[in-house]
């Protein structure tokens, strides 16, 4: 297996899985959209029903090693079902085309020229899997633009609130939690 293609578990994995163990309840779906190494999926699994997804093809094998189901898909594609609680670390780096990488591993990395184009496809789609009730949380870097990507999900008709932050090299990483908006 080529795990030099797979995301590694890194400070932003660690933290969103903090997050994500603090919010997941016993017996809830769940679903973690670009599982990486699976090492979030996993830790949920041992509380909570969950499915883990990602489009690399080394990824998806590295995660079913540890025993999880996982499918590879890009996002939402091939997705049926609501979840309960949705998990989202997504390429967020600000990336020029002249800095593209060519490989899988740009999968995890790219965001786009902004770093908000996965995140933002994210957003238009996530409430087709959202149960009722349900909610997501979404790794942000403060590189793509925190503010920014709040409003974003504001004006898709959820309401945030951040639930975890840590500084790493220069930049902050802030977990969002959102859910629809109460009338």
């Given at each position: 297996m080529n795990t030099s293609q797979v995301?590694?578990?890194?400070e932003d994995t660690l933290l969103l899985l903090k997050a994500a163990l603090s919010?997941?309840?016993?017996?809830e779906r769940v679903i973690e959209f670009g599982c990486g190494s699976g090492h979030i999926a996993y830790h949920l699994s041992q509380i909570a029903d969950v499915l883990a997804t990602d489009i690399n093809p080394f990824a998806v094998r590295a995660a079913q090693t540890l025993g999880i189901e996982v499918v590879r898909a890009d996002l939402f594609a091939g997705i049926c079902g609501q979840f309960d609680l949705i998990i989202f670390n997504p390429p967020y780096l600000p990336t020029a085309p002249g800095e593209r990488?060519?490989?899988w591993l740009e999968y995890a990395?790219?965001?786009?020229?902004?770093?908000k184009a996965v995140i933002a496809r994210?957003?238009?789609g996530v409430g087709r899997?959202?149960?009722?009730?349900g909610r997501f949380l979404l790794l942000v870097s403060s590189l793509t633009g925190v503010r920014e990507v709040i409003r974003m999900i504001e004006k898709a008709g959820f309401c945030t609130e951040q639930v975890a932050q840590s500084?790493?090299?220069?930049?902050?990483l802030v977990v969002l939690l959102a859910k629809q908006c109460l009338a």
């Open positions: 995301y590694p578990i890194e919010e997941c309840r016993p017996g990488m060519d490989d990395l790219d965001g786009g020229l902004d770093g994210f957003i238009e899997v959202m149960a009722y009730g500084r790493v090299e220069g930049e902050e």
